[in-house]
């Protein structure tokens, strides 16, 4: 068992290098295509009169070479591991990242706890319950957060935070590094406009699943046995309807992990999203491409950890 | 040499009228009497944080190094210069404590003692001598290189002393000193030491970078050595990084900003009446917006089309629909800069006054009798700019011209715009310059190559000549109305509209000295210099 599992993770593992030279060469082209060049950007309309300057930082940052000399230089400097530098600001990529991910994995994490913590449980009170009262009230609460996008939420729960308790931080970002408590506290708002969002959907989605498991056979047979009514719900059915459960959630937690740029926006949390749109904006390369590995990366882990899980859940589920 | 410089007349705090009318050509070039601090209703408390909001990050805090008005915003309470504007626009000494025109183009300032950089140092004549050479280096790449290339050599000849030598006459050379991006002094030891300041920062400034959290905050905090005596008031000033608009807004009114600046015309009714909210109307226009023409090909190479679409569209309607009245008509240079800005109205300026029959017997000598198809690009980065092309769409075809509004991300169309590489015509926002001759030159000379539209006329190749060479106030004017008249009757670009930021505030500021038309990077300001908080 051991050892099919390590030569698994390890074969996923592998498939990472050429995933990411994929990932950056295609990144480098479609940069490259959209108009709109670096050079004017960063003097702005006041600067770019003059063509010495303009040819002067051409030069500089090395764009007056071929595009495939360009990538080359990028691709050596990233295997000696040297991510480069912000074209626009001179900064560290990889002190960029480096700041700005864990805010995002932050975010993350939070958001989907919150998201777990209450659509699970929701969703397997409306199956046990289907038809009603309290179905009804989550089929609403589904509904009005599935249809309100989470940018909504946040801005309704910041305004409404402003005028009823303008004592709660609802803006801004602690580092976790820094104090603990307040950085949870203050990302708090965000996570939860993010992860309601979610809860909505792990709720619909675990409520169907658990009505279909607490129709199959194995589950009368353990209610024939004797099982208490707990022991059905919990043992038995959640663990099996869990599973269609763990794969929406991880492909959402894909996408959170991407970085969530309209949440971090309003509520101005200085993460992934925000510095890679930019980075777009500005035209930056060499952030882009640093921003692109890093979350090819992260993406590839995150599903590989999911299939890992399936298996923890379901021993029966094995690799090849 | 420093025989003259004792006898030029010591200047303090500032220079007095007396010691320009004998510095001859510096009462020419607009400098005038420091203007006496308005009297105070109360007395200032010192302490306390006044906390900004900021819609996006500086993306580098280095003067010489950033074109973003978000990285001025911080430098400008960070650096000093040798020359500043008082709220009036008069330039006034800053590290300058007296300085002498030798002959035209030959400058000599004398620095202020006892200034020291916020790592401790004194400030030296060596430092001022760097910071324009390392602007000049190509290395740098500087985006002011070219402003500065004027210069010929920047001589050091004792501590307090600085020599500048520039190759010809050149009015706008005082102006620019007084820029705080252009004219920022930094240190040379702090730029070696760390390869640029994008990420440190140490100045001579009212205020100290303590940190800079890049999307997050800037937090600076009071230098208690100014070199102006108990300024500033405050303990610190926090630039908080808030993207969002409503959540800006939010922030303002739980109180927990006290300031932000540029409010959207339709958003600022928002505010009004908000509990410890005031809210401030700029006191002049200085921001525009400009509409250019493809003028490589037809139909636009054509005077009169150009002269048709520069009647169909009505100003004063733009004006009270899209800025809600919050702006004046304009040419380049903005009504606040009036005497040099065009203070006219649309009766004033050949072809400003809305006539759309006009607008079609001119398209009828064109030979567009059945009207024309153009298009106008915008970006949507600035909704301002999108709104106003949708109003002009309506006028335009009015008069027969058909426009396709095209929007385009804000990286293409800056390009497209600069380069003349859109169709028909392209519109986005432009921003006050320092100095007439910055406002026109590079956008109206035909041998600039980011001529806009890139029309020739050699007319207008010679008033901005005239313009930057000539050191008489009065002459300088005339040129520039002049120029401005020229290039009103030729259409060769439209502007819509001056307009200005209105700015937000909570009753507890006390003593914020707006200059006219404060804008992020539209006016040099030290704008909480002597701002204080009533808590």
């Known amino acids: ?320 | 040499m420093t025989d003259r410089i004792e006898d030029s007349t010591r200047l303090q705090p500032g220079p007095t009228r007396r010691a320009f009318l004998g510095a001859g050509a510096l009462t020419l070039l607009g400098l005038a009497a420091p203007t006496v601090p308005p009297a105070r209703a109360q007395t200032p408390k010192r302490g306390g944080t006044l906390v900004v909001a900021a819609d996006v990050s500086p993306p580098g805090l280095d003067p010489q190094k950033s074109a973003a008005a978000h990285s001025w915003m911080i430098a400008e309470h960070v650096y000093s210069t040798l020359l500043r504007r008082d709220p009036k626009m008069n330039l006034v000494g800053d590290l300058a404590e007296s300085w002498q025109v030798v002959n035209d183009t030959t400058f000599v300032f004398k620095l202020r003692k006892g200034v020291g950089w916020h790592h401790g140092r004194d400030l030296v004549a060596d430092d001022v001598k760097y910071s324009f050479e390392r602007m000049l280096d190509e290395k740098t790449a500087s985006p002011w290189r070219s402003n500065w290339s004027i210069i010929d050599r920047v001589e050091a000849p004792d501590r307090s002393t600085v020599r500048f030598v520039i190759k010809r006459p050149f009015a706008p050379f005082f102006s620019y000193l007084a820029t705080p991006h252009y004219g920022a002094i930094v240190p040379r030891d702090i730029v070696e030491k760390n390869g640029d300041l994008q990420r440190v920062a140490s100045g001579t400034g009212p205020f100290m970078l303590d940190r800079f959290v890049p999307d997050n905050t800037v937090v600076l905090k009071r230098n208690p050595s100014y070199h102006e005596p108990g300024l500033p008031y405050l303990d610190g000033l926090e630039y908080r990084i808030i993207p969002d608009e409503a959540a800006r807004l939010a922030a303002l009114r739980a109180g927990t900003v006290q300031y932000l600046w540029s409010v959207d015309p339709l958003i600022d009714r928002q505010l009004q009446g908000a509990a410890g909210v005031v809210l401030r109307e700029p006191d002049g226009y200085c921001a525009q917006h400009g509409m250019a023409f493809n003028q490589t090909r037809p139909p636009f190479t054509e005077a009169a089309v150009r002269r048709a679409v520069s009647v169909a569209i009505n100003r004063r309607e733009i004006i009270a629909s899209v800025l809600r009245g919050h702006g004046e008509i304009t040419t380049k240079i903005p009504p606040c800069d009036a005497p040099f800005g065009y203070r006219g109205d649309d009766k004033g300026l050949p072809y400003y006054a809305h006539d759309p029959a006009l607008a079609r017997r001119l398209l009828t000598e064109a030979g567009f009798a059945g009207g024309l198809d153009t298009t106008l690009e915008v970006s949507p980065r600035f909704p301002q700019t999108v709104r106003t092309g949708e109003v002009m769409k309506e006028q335009l075809a009015g008069a027969g011209i058909r426009v396709t509004l095209k929007q385009v991300e804000w990286g293409a169309a800056l390009k497209n715009f600069v380069r003349t590489e859109y169709e028909g015509m392209s519109m986005i926002p432009l921003v006050w310059q320092p100095d007439p001759d910055a406002h026109v030159y590079d956008i109206f000379h035909s041998g600039s190559n980011i001529n806009l539209g890139k029309f020739k006329d050699a007319r207008v190749d010679q008033l901005l000549e005239q313009g930057r060479t000539t050191l008489d106030r009065d002459k300088r004017i005339a040129i520039y109305r002049d120029l401005q008249r020229h290039v009103a009757e030729q259409a060769y670009l439209i502007f819509p509209y001056a307009s200005g930021a209105t700015e937000a505030l909570r009753d507890t500021v006390k003593d914020y000295v707006s200059i006219p038309g404060a804008q992020p990077g539209s006016r040099s300001r030290i704008f909480f210099k002597q701002a204080w908080l009533d808590r």
């Open chain 1, 1 to 320: 068992m051991a050892r099919p599992l390590t030569s698994y993770i390890g074969k996923r593992l592998l498939l990472l290098i050429p995933t990411l030279l994929g990932v950056s060469v295609l990144t480098f082209l479609l940069i490259h295509l959209i108009p709109g060049d670096l050079v004017t950007i960063l003097l702005g309309i006041t600067a770019s009169q003059n063509e010495q300057t303009r040819q002067a930082l051409i030069h500089a940052l090395h764009l007056d070479r071929p595009l495939a000399v360009q990538y080359l230089l990028w691709l050596g400097d990233v295997l000696r591991g040297d991510l480069g530098h912000s074209l626009v600001t001179g900064f560290s990529v990889r002190d960029e990242l480096a700041r700005s991910y864990p805010v995002t994995l932050q975010l993350a994490l939070m958001a989907m706890a919150i998201a777990l913590a209450v659509g699970v449980p929701l969703g397997v009170l409306a199956a046990t319950r289907a038809g009603r009262a309290l179905d009804a009230s989550t089929r609403v609460f589904s509904l009005l957060f599935i249809s309100a996008p989470a940018f909504f939420i946040g801005t309704v729960v910041i305004i409404g935070g402003a005028r009823y308790a303008p004592w709660l931080p609802t803006l801004g970002h602690v580092p976790f590094t820094e104090s603990p408590a307040r950085s949870l506290g203050a990302m708090l708002p965000a996570a939860s406009s993010l992860g309601l969002a979610i809860s909505a959907i792990i709720a619909r989605f675990t409520r169907s699943s658990m009505l279909e498991v607490l129709g199959q056979d194995f589950v009368r047979t353990a209610r024939a046995k004797g099982v208490a009514d707990r022991g059905v719900v919990y043992k038995h059915a959640l663990r099996n309807a869990l599973i269609p459960v763990v794969a929406m959630a991880g492909t959402q937690f894909v996408y959170l992990i991407g970085g969530a740029v309209i949440i971090e926006e309003v509520f101005a949390l200085p993460g992934m999203g925000r510095l890679v749109v930019n980075a777009i904006y500005q035209r930056d390369y060499t952030m882009i491409q640093g921003a692109v590995l890093l979350l090819t990366s992260a993406a590839v882990l995150v599903n590989l950890t999911l299939d890992l899980l399936y298996h923890l859940i379901d021993r029966r589920i094995l690799y090849a």
